[in-house]
């Protein structure tokens, strides 16, 4: 704070100055908040567009002509050729990018064996047909014999509407993966949030032993990729899976698997907010609770659960979330269950069909962007639970409680432990289940598909990029809403902007950024295919909650500090680097370790946009899994983990040390 | 590597300056898209590069189905120069897109006419046909006490019933392929038939054309509707997998090369093109694969089954191109949606 004193010299009337002053924090925010509409607003744009985009057969645009032996009819168009077939011949116009319309299916009595001869003509320009696969876009007429002519077949215009909608409601199979992802999504939520409550309360509310390696313990799973945990399932349930026998003979490639991994994937999501939300506990009310005589049973359901209810709805939302967009898991261990996230996939990677993935994605929209918006309007009724005569909640050692915490605990982290172990274990086997023997041949990514190495080399890459920008971008927007003055209307812009990448599946972020920067006309194409499109997209994917994490720290310092700097006419970004900067130093380092842990581990959004010199650890996972190469897969699942591991500690070190030197005022 | 092989470049460039006195030694770089394996790229681009050490090949490798959205999403704007081991129904897709350039390799005439294109001049040329097969645990067969299947009707036996996995061909190239061969084997009415009966038996639906045999070799299924050349190579890394080919015939897809229309380098593509329809490069792809483009050249490779040739069915792949669409939807129509939660 010492730099403030150092404002003494006086340049030009203080009026100047501040205006100076507002002009460049306006200036920033307009920066950063064109970031947000370029990286998220116009992509998602493009996509929607995209899914009204549809493929019909114009038939007025095609002329043909007969000879039955007495010269040449009048041409007419396949349009009027339609009209006089019978109803149940009249041929489906609406179609996709794949579509092809046999001309033979039009002509009522075709035969290929009669001497009949035909013409056909585009009647406009960007009418195409074909002869077998050869294309024909020219006007001029073209002339077949009855055998040749059955090759012939015409494509699809590109036109607007709604038909892509139409065709996802009235295919059964894919309107069923809108019912199997909420159901999944559901189960999940109710497993996971309960599990998390009771680890959490377990921590909370006993005095149970090694209570901080379990705390470690639920925090594992956050370090590696959904994936992972999909295939140690197949490993340990699995056809040769050895505790296979667990199941009854059911499967566990579908919602068995799913809701499992799903599980484990999301468990220190949910455990952290309803640590916190059990941390804020009121004693008083619990010693009040116990002079009225209230039964243990009648204390939890009276005392204990309203304090934590908007941690719990929170957590279900947050859980609910993850599982419904999650692409990894399903993707690796779903079997024959479909989910929405998974469609937009297939359709995109398997059938090329883009306008149709723009659909499932818009419909996967829904469920998060619901969700987000439910959590906020309910998050918005909390009240402050904790007033300043609160005191805090002392366990005390009751053996039974105890050691029954502590017997579930273990079992969580056991689970826990153990997913990562046989994943460990499968990749340092030869062949499973065949071969045992210890071998490292997996680690040899080069005879496999993903990347290899070199993916992995990659990723690091990758996570420290968007880590170092993300959190510039990230901590400087925060402060930009939280701490200045004037411009309303761009503020109130920027914070929709900034909690809108919350509600934005990293699937339908992904398929977006084809749509929007793909485009040739687009002056941002180059960016296509390079590092900075992968950066800029986890940036993206992962800003809310980093700026969440950013707009709590900044609202813990006074605005006095901003009062008390402009009264000594001191400049923004004196303040902000001589104050703000090092007091949030541990917010901002948890920004950066959160980007990168998350930019490591993700799939969902790069999936769509690496590129063969940008090839990813995390997608290698997935392609090797694809492929059907699992151990290799999870060898490098498990490298994952150990750099996220490493840049943990890090943190930690990091943290200490800053600490010790910029937050010793805290503790004076 | 690639600063290896720049040096080097560098360094004959340079000698070459010396040695001709000032005539510049122009190189150029391909861009080359392709779905070949990842470990046979590095083969294929050093023995091209001993006949042609000024083309360089900058390799642009994914999956087919990867490489093909991949083609199709920069349609307007292409990237690449040259496919070069795509499959030919991909191909088959980009020419009717407009998207190959026609061109008659040098010595053309002395492919298989199955592997070039109808068209004149014909827009892509064959290398090698990579051919459906069903890769066979033994080990878990012998658990349970199967038979090692003959046909293709075999596997609708109800024994079966749960230990067959095969590619969606909705994803999967190889998945399209079994299915458009079925079709055309028995016929559209017989052939949806057989489906429908061996649906009864499949397990799972698997994204890729290799996962089946992967599984089959892990034992995760006895039986995985494959590709040759992938129960080849399970077999060869220790699997207990044998290679089946069914006695009604096989289906199969060549890979395939042709030049992107509109490149800015179509002399050097040229002489890509030219090269990989030679005796010589034939040759090269007959390490991995059995069948190839060029006739004589073959010989047998390890762990193959012999009867591959004959096998193979006149597959048709303008017919399977031009009703992909229709043969897709019906096949989700049938088995997709059939695929509900069992929770």
Redesign the interface.
Known sequence: MASLGLGGRRVGPARVRLDRDAWMVRAFILVIAVYLVVALALPLYTMLSKSFSTYRFDLATFELQIDRGEGWSAPTTLATLAEGLPSTAAPALDTNHDGRLSVVSLVADFSFRSPTRYRLRNAADGAVFLIGSERIADRDWHEFSSNEFRRVVVRPAVSRGVDNYLTYFTTPSLVQSIENSVRIAVISTIVTVVLAFGFAYALARTCMPFKGAFRLVALIPILVPSLLPGIALIYLFGNQGFLKELLLGHTIYGPIGIVIGSVFFTFPHAFIIISTALAISDSRLHEAAVSLRASPWRRFWTVTIPAARYGLISAAFVVFTLVITDFGLPKVIGGQFNVLAVDIYKQVIGQQNFEMGAVVSVILLVPAVLAFAVDRAIQRRQVAGLSARSVPFEPKPRARSDWTAFGFCLAVAVFIVGILAVCQFAALVKLWPYDLSPSLQNYDFDRTDGGGWEAYGNSIRMALYTALIGTGVVFLGAYLVEKTQGFQTGRTLFQFLAMMPMAIPGMVLGLAYIFFFNDPANPLNFLYGTMTILVLSTVTHFYTVAHLTAVTALKQMDHEFESVSASLKQPVWRLFAGVTVPVCLPAILDISIYLFVNAMTTVSAVVFLYSPTTKLASVAVLNMDDAGDVAPAAAMGMMIFYTNVAARVVHLAITRGLLTRTQAWRYR | MSLRGLKSTVAAGAFALAAFGGVAYAETTLTVYTAVE??DLKRYAETFNADHPDIKIN?????T??V??KL???K??P?ADVVWGLAATSL??L????MLEPYAPKGVEKLDKNFVD??TPP?WTGMDAWVAAICFNT?EAGKAGLKAPTSWKDLTKPEYKGKIVMP?P???GTGFLDVSSWLQLFGEAEGWKYMDALHENI??????G??????A?????VIGISFAFRGAKEKA????VEVIIPSEGIGWDMEATAIIAGTSKLDAAKTLVDWTITKKANEMYNTGYAVVAYPGVAKPVPHFPPNVVEKMIPNDF?WA?????TI?EEW??RY????????
């Open positions: 990842a470990e390799w642009v490798r994914d999956s189905g990867v093909t959205a199709l999403a920069e307007n704007n990237q088959l897709l020419k009717s897109e407009g109808k068209s827009a080990v969606n909705n994803s999967s397990a799972a639906y698997t994204h890729s290799s996962k089946p045999c992967k599984m070799g892990s034992g995760e299924t890394g220790g699997a207990p303008e191109a031009n009703n992909r669409k897709l989700q129509k997709d949606s059939k695929s509900e939660a069992k929770s």
